[in-house]
């Protein structure tokens, strides 16, 4: 069972507002708000942000009430492309097709596009490179379309390789902005740079993470998850626990059946975490779809009490599963 404390998010927000001081705060709430509840984040910190920024058009909409810009950050087909530019939301142009879509749907509304462009910086995922602003420009020239900003995205954590990357993207924007007088909210932080250093800002910065809690030490994190020990089993060493026999009891034992499993986002690569029962931490052993199972030793841990998976004190993320998906996925 999940808990959301909203609160909680309104003072992560905050702190965000004031160290970014004359920067624009754009609230990243793609795909339901991390997990969070997308309309309920939003109307808790719609007047603490300047932007919101989301995954998809379906999302962006729902999110126009609310009377804030909001930039639907991946590229769309047609169909989503001219819903977008109806409800005149800002839309994405990240590759010359991309810009042909967006042009094409203006068009045919005869209307004007608000879009932001895209930089590939060195993630080489989506964005224009350098040596293609040249004609990004050429045919910007001839489209109905308003560019009113342009961002990239950090791949890394470090100032070394942020640097790397803020030296590409403002080549590029540079590049730009010779050919594109118009003023650019320009834009590349995330979480992680948005605490790192200042430098970063820019125009505007995107937090997501940081909203709900995690990247720094004074964030407060908003979503706990629980689960219900439904069983207690003794059993004798040398016992399979689960499907595989991949855990096998190297002594006499008790195993505490929570339930919670992978369909609730408990994934099989999270065996070995440590889970919260009472005021002690134990070793998650085998995950089924529906079941944890979780060996507690010798301790009296009782059928009703309460295993906490996600708070913070308990984290159970690691390398395969990281924080991102667990705020997404476990509920």
Do not use: W
Request: with cysteine; charged share 20%.
């Amino acid at each position: 069972m999940q808990n959301i404390d909203y609160n909680a998010i309104e003072k992560n927000t905050l702190l965000f507002k004031r160290l970014l001081g004359k920067s624009k705060l754009c609230a990243v709430l793609k795909n339901n708000a991390y997990g969070h509840g997308l309309m309920h984040v939003a109307r808790h910190i719609a007047e603490l942000v300047d932007y919101f920024a989301v995954g998809s058009v379906d999302e962006a909409e729902q999110l126009l009430a609310l009377k804030k810009d909001v930039l639907v950050l991946l590229p769309q087909n047609e169909r989503n492309t001219e819903r977008a530019i109806k409800s005149n939301c800002t839309v994405t142009v990240d590759s010359f097709s991309t810009l042909d879509t967006v042009d094409k749907v203006a068009k045919n509304l005869k209307t004007t596009a608000r879009v932001h462009i895209k930089i590939d910086s060195g993630m080489s995922r989506l964005g224009f490179q350098y040596l293609e602003i040249a004609k990004l420009l050429q045919l910007l020239s001839g489209a109905n379309i308003e560019v009113e900003g342009i961002f990239s995205h950090f791949y890394g954590d470090t100032e070394r390789e942020c640097d790397r990357q803020l030296q590409q993207f403002q080549m590029c924007c540079e590049a730009f902005e010779k050919g594109y007088t118009k003023p650019l909210i320009k834009h590349i932080a995330n979480t992680g740079a948005t605490l790192l250093n200042s430098k970063y800002h820019l125009d505007m910065a995107r937090v997501g993470l940081g909203l709900f809690g995690y990247g720094n030490e004074n964030l407060l994190p908003a979503k706990s998850v629980t689960a219900d020990v439904i069983a207690v089993k003794n059993v004798v060493a040398g016992s399979v626990v689960g499907y595989g026999a991949k855990y096998v009891c190297a002594t006499d034992t008790r195993i505490a059946v929570l339930n919670i499993g992978y369909a609730m986002g408990m994934s099989r690569t999270l065996i070995g975490a440590k889970i919260k029962i009472g005021e002690c931490f134990y070793t998650v052993v085998a995950i089924c779809m529906a079941m944890t199972l979780v060996d507690v030793g010798s301790d009296n841990v009782d059928v009703g009490q309460t295993a906490t998976l996600l708070r913070k004190d308990v984290n159970i993320s690691n390398d395969q599963v990281i924080i991102y998906e667990l705020l997404c996925n476990l509920k």
